[in-house]
């Protein structure tokens, strides 16, 4: 039965409760807010002790704020109870709505037990609904929603009345649990976002200084870099690029942006290109300058990409390998080319002919394919204008003449051939073949090789010393060269013997090369101011499917001796 005070009791109690709760909403954070609420038990509730315990993240509760006593406060604030013990107290006793109410008669039990606890002595009750100082009252906080997922529980201890609350204020003590609830789920809420906040804009600054930190090394950078887009209908369009780039290849920044890389690569090198832009990796390849020149420059790509919209552009790195590329074609131009004359040596002259020649032998109609390859060439030897007004006849004496020219190593006469090792201009192979061996021409044009052997050369060295046996070699070789069309192989196989190759030719026109080549080593060559001269002998081979190289080259030798001795018993029935 209500006494008349308890109306007033009720509304004095309300007005505490709107306040306390009003002061939930006012803290700034988490600990704010879990101090708040123990505050406003012992302020708005009318109990002298209040304990708040959080849920963490592993399960367990601690003890996250305390009201109403330092001493306990110090001794009780950050300990750990486990989430099972707590579990077996919110089982216990007498459940008031959500509290839970656990008399000392029953509480002896959870003494010993790992929940942080705080009590006080007292004299036992006199009457029923006395407050015993061992009895337990907790009211947990349960998250909004279905779930009801625990975030804590609120313990209290000994009201100021000194009675177990009634009805009104196990409800009061529910409902601001309940309150409690709401304000910690947002206290929470609101730390995160903070520390979203921060952590974003930490991120923000991160990627500020990131992106000045390669805007810096992109355009300070000592070689070459650009960005390229990727995809779509302007793939490969320079974006941005450094002024190492541009330097490098005589354009503005301004005028690079109208380009892709297509635009500016050589054409023989658009395919490795395309792979390296498809790919990413590494690529070697020559890139257009402004002054219409080439720059040789070592790609690399990188793909970067999206995780969401796939690859969006290319980061490319752009280095200057000139220089390399000039000393790696020096070296092997010299392990390809004698030192002395600068003519291709006996390695490389096996290379040239080996690919012109396969293991196959020629099968008959294959005159007819080798003449529809012939009239495509460039120039000739004819027969008819060539040798007649030419002498013959074989000089061995030496008389003054013109000093020789230093021959011009940078002139190369490459005879449509690759180096070893590269695929050369007969991927689609034409099989090489010889005219008859009669004295009538029948019409066939084949590869011509003639073995030149130098008359007289060996006296010049042993009388006037290497020097001038060099100068002589030099000069003959220049005048060989001079002698043959572009796309002809001039070769030095060693000591005074030289090699040329010819293709395209008949046996008339083999026979005339081989008169006009001698009749141009014949005249005087001035070395140191002195006349010598040498004389030469030719032996006209053929290169033929189905033979060897050193078939073909011994071929040439020994008709080349037949013609050395035929021409010294000339001389002698002569003399």
Not at 212 to 219: D, V
Not at 336 to 361: K, Q, V
Not at 396 to 408: L, N, V
Not at 510 to 526: E, M, T, W
Request: aromatic share 6%.
């Amino acid at each position: 039965m209500e006494t008349e005070s308890e109306p007033y009791v009720r509304l004095s109690t309300l007005r505490q409760l709107h306040q306390v709760v009003a002061d939930l909403n006012t803290a700034r954070s988490l600990a704010d807010t879990l101090q708040t609420v123990a505050d406003g038990v012992v302020a708005g509730l009318n109990y002298e002790l209040a304990c708040v315990n959080l849920v963490r993240p592993d399960g367990d509760l601690v003890v996250a704020a305390f009201a109403g006593s330092s001493a306990a406060e110090a001794l009780i604030t950050g300990r750990v109870g486990s989430r099972a013990s707590w579990e077996r107290r919110l089982s216990m006793g007498s459940a008031w709505g959500d509290l839970r109410f656990i008399p000392h008669t029953e509480g002896w039990v959870l003494m010993e037990d790992d929940v942080p606890q705080w009590h006080t002595d007292g004299p036992a009750p006199r009457f029923e609904d006395e407050w015993h100082p061992h009895d337990r009252l907790y009211a947990p906080m349960y998250a909004s929603g279905s779930g009801r997922e625990l975030l804590g529980v609120i313990s209290v201890d000994r009201p100021r009345n000194g009675r177990h609350p009634g009805p009104w204020g196990q409800e009061a003590l529910q409902m601001y649990a309940s309150q409690s609830a709401i304000a910690i789920s947002n206290a929470r809420l609101r730390s995160n976002m903070q520390r979203a906040l921060v952590r974003l804009e930490r991120e923000q600054q991160a990627l500020r200084a990131s992106e000045e930190s390669f805007r810096q090394a992109f355009e300070y950078a000592p070689s070459g870099m650009a960005i390229a887009e990727m995809g779509g209908d302007q793939h490969g369009r320079l974006l941005r690029t450094n002024d190492a780039l541009c330097r490098l290849l005589g354009r503005p920044a301004s005028v690079m942006r109208r380009y892709s890389f297509a635009d500016l690569v050589h054409p023989e090198d658009i395919g490795t290109l395309l792979r390296t832009s498809a790919e990413g990796g590494r690529a070697e390849l020559r890139l257009g300058r402004r002054d219409g020149t080439y720059v040789w420059v070592s790609l690399r790509n990188s793909v970067v990409a999206d995780t969401a919209d796939g690859p969006r552009f290319l980061l490319t790195h752009v280095e200057d390998i000139e220089e390399r590329k000039r000393h790696e074609l020096q070296l092997a131009h010299r392990a390809s080319h004698d030192a002395l004359t600068g003519l291709p040596n006996s390695a490389e002259l096996r290379s040239r002919l080996s690919a012109r020649i396969c293991e196959r032998p020629s099968a008959p109609g294959d005159e007819a394919a080798y003449g529809a390859y012939d009239s495509a060439r460039d120039g000739g030897y004819g027969a008819a204008g060539h040798g007649s007004s030419y002498d013959t006849s074989y000089d061995t004496s030496y008389d003054s003449g013109a000093d020789p020219q230093p021959y011009d190593h940078e002139h190369e006469h490459g005879f449509g051939f690759e180096p070893a090792g590269g695929a050369g201009p007969y991927d689609h192979h034409v099989h090489a073949v010889a005219p008859s061996g009669g004295e009538v021409d029948d019409g066939t044009k084949g590869l011509a090789v003639l073995f030149c052997d130098l008359d007289g050369f060996k006296s010049i060295n042993d009388r006037f010393g290497h020097h001038t046996g060099d100068a002589v070699l030099i000069e003959v070789a220049r005048r060989l060269t001079t002698g043959v069309r572009d796309g002809d192989t001039v070769a030095r196989l060693g000591g005074d013997e030289f090699v040329v190759l010819a293709d395209g030719l008949g046996a008339a026109d083999a026979a005339d090369l081989a008169v006009r080549l001698r009749n141009a080593i014949i005249p005087p060559i001035r070395v140191d101011g002195r006349a010598v001269r040498v004389g030469a002998s030719f032996g006209i081979g053929w290169a033929e499917c189905g033979m060897t190289v050193e078939e073909v080259l011994n071929s040439a030798d020994q008709r080349m001796y037949v013609e050395k001795r035929s021409r010294a018993k000339v001389h002698r029935r002569a003399g």
